[in-house]
């Protein structure tokens, strides 16, 4: 099962991009793979082959009028269930003792 977090951004829109985001938001959460979204970026969790191609389908719409595109792409695999997006979260919090602001 996969991790992977990503930020895309276009570099020739100027300085708000938020209706980029958006664009790439609606494609991931029509998906259906679950994900969580953060102020730098949003994670996807699945397959191999079901993030990559959501990660794609962000690029090929981005690409379709943006001349030039910012990506990151950090990815996490382990073998195993899925179920990490949240229980990774959860496993620091009870080493803790508490919730944390996610």
């Known amino acids: 099962m996969v991790l992977l977090e990503f930020s895309m ?3 020739s829109a100027g300085e708000s991009v938020s209706a980029f ?12 793979l679950p994900y969580q979204l ?3 970026g949003t994670i996807i969790e699945g397959e ?4 990559m191609a959501v ?3 962000c690029f090929d719409a981005m690409r379709a009028d ?3 595109i910012s990506t990151t792409i950090k990815v996490d695999y382990r073998a ?3 179920g990490r997006l949240k229980s990774k979260v959860a496993s620091v919090q009870e080493k803790l003792g508490r919730k944390l602001s996610t």
Do not use: E
Not at 21 to 32: E, N, P, T
């Open 55 to 57: 990660v794609t389908a």
């Open 38 to 40: 953060t102020p730098m």
């Open 66 to 68: 943006c001349s030039r």
């Open 80 to 82: 195993g269930p899925g």
């Open 21 to 32: 985001v958006a664009r790439s938001l609606d494609i991931i959460d029509k998906s259906g």
């Open 9 to 11: 951004s276009p570099l």
């Open 48 to 51: 191999w082959p079901q993030v």
